[in-house]
Structure formats: C-alpha cells, structure tokens
C-alpha cells in the first residue's frame, strides 16, 4: 500500500464516526454465538456486562454493556424498540451507544439524539418514571444490537443533600438512600439464555462489601487495585429459567447475588426509624379524628384495631409523588390525611401518626411480601407495614393497614413468616412474622341435604369463616351490589349442579368486623340423582363446596405433575370442614360408600368419615388441612395426596337401589 492510499485510509477512519466502528470482540462474539438450532429461542444475549464505580458517599455509577442476537423472527419484534427505563428524580441515565451488527458484517450507528423520552407505563403509583426508547431498523435474523449505557444513582428515591455534586435526570443534587453506604440486588438469571454475564464493582478500600451468592454459583474474584476493591462475579451458558405453575418467587430459587457495605441489619433498622421520624408529626385535624375513631373503644387492642381499620378504609391506595421524597421515606402524615391516599409506606405511616395520638409506641417497618429476605442487608423489600410495642410485654406487633380492606387481620393471614425490619430507635436483628395455623384461615360448611323421589335435592346450609377465606368473602359480599347479590349466589350454586339454585337467607354485613363472616342459606336442584329403573346415582352435596370458587379454589389445578422443583405458592394456610347430614327417601338403598381416608404429611392432612345413622340417613365429615401457604418440593406429594384424595371424594357417585324396582 503507498502513502496516498495510506492517506485516504486515514482519512476514511477519521471521517468515519467513533461508534459506526465495528468491535473485532464484539463481532468475534456475535458470530460465535451459534444459531436458534443452538439455542431454540428466539435471541441469544452473547454477552451482558455491569461495572460499578461506589465512591465515598455512597452514591454508584454502573456502566452496563449488552449484546443480543437474533436467531428467529420472533427475535426482530422482541428487540425492534429498545426501552431504558429511569427515575428522573433518583438517578441519572446516559445513552451512549445503541448498534446494529448486520450479518454481511455492516455496523450501523443509531443516532442517540434520536431517542423519544415518555413515561413508563403505571397502575396504582405514579411516581414520574420515565424510559427512552430508540427505535432499531429493521433487523434480519443472525443480526446483532448492542447497547451501552451509564446510570447514576439508584431505582428509588431519597431526601436530597449537597452530596459530592452528582445529580439526577433534572439535575437535583443525589443522595443514596443509607448515607454512605451502597448496596445491589443482581439477578444472574433470564428467560432467554445468556452466554456470557459479568457484574463488576469498584469500590473504596475503606468501604467493603459484603456479598453473599444464592441459588448458584457465580465465578468470584476481589482484587486490590490502589485504593479500590475490585470486585468480579461471572457465570457462563446461563439457561432460561424453566418456570412451573404458581410457583415461588424467582428471587427465592434463581441464581442471584447481594451485596452491601451496610454492617448489619439493626443499623438498616436505625436508619429506617431515623429517615421516617420527622413525617409522623400530627395536627389537630389528625387528632381530633383519632379521638373519634376511638372514643367508644375499652382496651389497647380494640383502640389499634379501630385505627388500623380506618387507615385501612379511608386512605386509598393510590402513589403520587413529592419529588425526591418516595422510597422508604413516607410522606408527612399531614399530607396523606389531607390526600386520603398513599402507598403502603403512607399509609402505615398514617397510621403511625394516629397511633401516636393515641398514646402508643409505634414505628415503621419495612418487609417484603411473600418472599424470603436472605442475611445480607442489602435493600430486598417491597412492603411497608406499621408496629406497636406492647405495653406490658415489651414485644413488637405487626399491622398492616394495606391489606386490611374488608378484612379482620390486623396483620393479614396471608403474610406469614414473613421477613420484616422495624424502624425502631435501638436497632432491631432481622426478624419474622408469626405462624398461621390452619385453623385460624378456615372454611367451615354445615349442612342437611334431603333427596326428593324424583331425584331433586333441597337443603340447608350453613358456611362459618375466619382468616383468609373470611377476607374474600366479606370482598365479594362488599363489592357486590345488594340487587346483584343473587347472580353472585347463583354463580357459586353451580358448583352443585347446572339448575342448582342458592337463596341466601342471612349473612354478615361485610362492614361488621366485630365477628366473622356466616352465610346461611337454602339450596335445591331438580335433578341432582342421577338414573332411572331400579338405581339411582349421586353425589354427596356440600363436597361440592358452595362458595369454594373463594375461599379454597387456590388449592387445585396445581397436581398435574408428579413432582415439582420448585415450591407450590399458595394464598395460606388453610382448613376446610365439612359436615353433612343426608336424607334419602323411602325405599332407597344405599348399595356402596366412599372408604374412611385418614392422611397426615409435613405439608397436608385429610380425615373422611361416612356412615349410615339409619337406613335412610347418611352422615359424613370431611376435614382437610394445609399447613403451609408455600409447599417445599420434598413435601409436593403430600400435598398433592391429599388434593386427589379430596377431589375424588368430591367427584364420588354414591349408588342407591330402589326397593320394589325391577325394571
């Protein structure tokens, strides 16, 4: 080659914009991949690279690089619009780079300043989270997009101070949420395989990290380069996460890593009750109200039932932002009183605020709901619920005014053993809420049945509740207009039969949580017998559990397989008692019964009994028990023992014979 075509090859590589270059690493990788024979998917993520630079105060910079190829058509629709989401008031993102590798080896270098910025779609919180989005030309299948961007800050938002000068999207001066101190929750799982994924974090010498893998095992090194720790996790040919039917949290059996430089649960438990403190200031329209929630009330119990019960009702669940103020931090009680909504944290704020008044010890707590918290204290909640300390004992009890809507619980049936930090002055060690029996979520069905000579069944019923089922049943009965009432019984009665009607004679007013949820009724169907000539073929009534499409139907359709990987998550604990008396007519002849079924197992247990009380007169009970609101893999055959046993008991035909009856 001579100095003139030297010179124009110069010139060309100059003139030739700096991201329109293509990588030989990057291309090397992209045709190394393989193809959708390789994989059976639709994309590949050749590879997905994170690296995190901590400074002193706290506050992070993650560079993240990704790279993924198309292998199928489904593949060019997935990856048509490429969406990066943000929180403008909580960190700061940079696109720098969005490319397409084209098979015939071509880059094209989208053009940044083309992206469009909206809001990220939202239900229920509106916390101004936005997304840019950058379209991609058309892509082909063996084809590549590669994006780079830099995030500054975290995913929630926090008080703001002078900070070190790193500001967010509206150039508002950041803070981490515990001063000096950062942390992260990184998946190393996907729904689609990745073949290679590195998260790398730089950070001072004199702020190291804790770090904890679950679930897996990730490549680790930490290194000293001057006066950072540098630490590297990696993992190669991950699959995609092969999902089964309501099964438990991802987080809870996928490959993930924890780290944080906080020491210690109690201090993340002091920090929560310094950062809420000053929100829980109540005026005199906060306390005139408490004074007339609680007026009538005798005991401690009643007073924090009655106000955890208005929280509960009258501050809606709806988020609308202050700014920087979201996150753990909850709202001034004042403002959610005068907005009459919140999200949890506000709400149990509120009630904080009220309880307070009221003259007891409260504070705030924060759990994640319905899935394990491991020991690293790095920020892996989703949930904010309200304490009182006990004035006698000392001991901490939980409240919930968000999931108490038409509810008893003062902490919901639905949410034990459930990991929680209180926000109290002294620090408190990570910690667990109470156990819920089966008895204390039960179903309870009480009935007489009494078949009529040409095969019709009229009855009488009877259905008692507490816990979780009392929960959906007070829902249905308050969301159900009085004038609609009967479609909504009509609706369960066919689980009895097509014809089957239901007239309900009394039940709760869903409003009175002075006592459990009890619906009494009559029910008839005209042809629930089965046959003609000289037998007749039926079923036992009430193990068709009216009203069970609310308060068990969780607990089926999930027994198809015979053994499971992962845990069966169920809504609780459960406990379904039957007890029927039923009356045949003249002349019948009962010619078989179900055996007796006596079952007990780690996760479930069912006891059946059936007998003739006399010659025209069946008695049955039926009892099943669930212990746990998540069946563990080693105890799904229990479980699902029982399940069968109990369907098959449901769907057994009792035979009769009809005396004088030949034809």
């Known amino acids: 080659m001579n100095r003139w075509q030297v010179g124009w090859l110069l010139l060309i590589v100059l003139l030739t914009p700096l991201g329109a270059r293509a990588d030989d690493d990057v291309r090397a990788r992209i045709d190394a991949a393989g193809d959708a024979e390789r994989w059976d998917a639709d994309t590949v993520v050749v590879f997905d690279h994170t690296d995190v630079t901590v400074r002193p105060n706290g506050i992070g910079t993650a560079r993240h690089h990704r790279v993924v190829k198309v292998l199928r058509d489904g593949g060019i629709r997935c990856e048509a619009v490429q969406r990066f989401p943000f929180d403008p008031h909580t960190n700061r993102l940079e696109l720098i780079a969005v490319r397409v590798y084209r098979g015939d080896g071509t880059v094209e270098e989208l053009p940044i300043a083309g992206r469009v910025q909206q809001p990220q779609p939202a239900h229920g919180i509106y916390w101004g989270t936005q997304q840019y989005l950058v379209q991609v030309p058309r892509l082909a299948v063996g084809g590549a997009v590669e994006t780079i961007t ?5 995913n929630v938002a926090y008080l703001a101070d002078d900070g070190d000068g790193e500001v967010n999207a509206l150039g508002e001066v950041l803070k981490p949420p515990v001063p000096g101190h950062w942390h992260d929750e990184v998946d190393f799982w996907s729904g689609v395989p ?82 809420s403190e000053p929100s829980f200031e109540a005026d005199d329209a906060i306390r005139a109200k408490v004074a007339e929630v609680i007026k009538d009330c005798q005991t401690d119990e009643e007073k924090y039932t009655a106000l955890n019960h208005w929280v509960a009702e009258n501050i809606r669940y709806a988020g609308t932002s202050r700014g920087m103020c979201e996150g753990y931090t909850n709202h001034d009680v004042v403002e959610t009183f005068h907005d009459r909504c919140g999200v949890c ?58 999931w108490m809507p038409k509810s008893r619980d003062n902490w919901s049936t639905l949410e034990p053993l459930q990991h929680v930090v209180f926000g109290i002055p002294e620090g408190h060690e990570l910690s667990q809420s109470p156990y819920f029996t089966p008895e204390e979520n039960m179903a309870a069905w009480q ?45 369960t009665a066919q689980r009895l039969a097509p014809d089957a009607r239901l007239t ?54 999930d027994t198809d397989a015979d053994e499971r990987k992962y845990g069966l998550r169920l809504l609780a604990t459960r406990m379904a008692k039957i007890d029927e008396t039923v009356r045949l007519p003249e002349g019948w002849t009962v010619a078989d019964l179900p055996e007796a ?39 799904y055959s229990n479980f699902k023992e029982v399940i069968e046993q109990f369907e098959e008991l449901t769907g057994y035909v009792v035979t009769c014979d009809l005396e004088g009856r030949n034809d």
């Open 345 to 402: 944290k506000d709400k149990a704020g509120m009630l904080v605020g009220m309880l307070r008044v009221a003259g007891f010890d409260s504070f705030l707590v924060m759990t994640m709901a319905r899935q394990r918290v491991d020991r690293v204290p790095a920020d892996q909640f989703n949930h904010a619920v309200t304490c009182i300390r006990d004035r006698d004992t000392g001991d901490l009890i939980l409240l919930d005014p968000t």
């Open 194 to 275: 990745v073949i290679e994924q590195r998260y790398t974090v730089r950070c001072p010498k004199d702020k190291p990290l804790q770090y904890e893998v679950y679930n897996g095992e990730l490549r680790v090194a930490v290194l000293f380069e001057g006066d950072e720790i540098v630490y590297s996790f990696e993992k190669d040919d991950i699959e995609p996460l092969k999902t089964e039917p309501h099964m438990e949290p991802a987080a809870n059996v996928a490959p993930k890593l924890l780290l944080a430089t906080l020491p210690t649960w109690e201090d993340k438990s002091r920090w929560l009750h310094e950062v």
């Open 150 to 154: 830099e995030m500054t800050g975290f």
């Open 504 to 557: 309900v004679t009394s039940y709760t007013d869903p409003l009175d949580f002075s006592r459990p949820v009890t619906i009494a009724g009559d029910y008839e169907s005209d042809a629930f017998a089965l046959g003609d000539g000289p037998r007749r073929y039926l079923k036992l009534p009430m193990m068709q559990t009216l009203f069970g499409d609310r308060v068990i139907s969780d607990l089926f359709g």
């Open 597 to 635: 079924v006596e079952l007990d197992g780690p996760s479930a247990a069912l006891e059946f009994s059936i007998e003739k009380t006399t010659p025209n007169t069946l008695h049955y009970t039926c009892e099943m028990r669930i212990k746990h609101w998540l069946i563990p893999p080693d105890e």
């Open 447 to 491: 009935a007489q049945s009494t078949y009529t000579a040409d095969g019709g069944v009229r009855g009488e019923l009877q259905l008692e509740s507490n816990g979780a089922p009392d929960g959906r049943l007070r829902r249905m009965l308050s969301m159900t207009l009085p004038e609609e009432c009967r479609a909504a019984f009509d609706k």
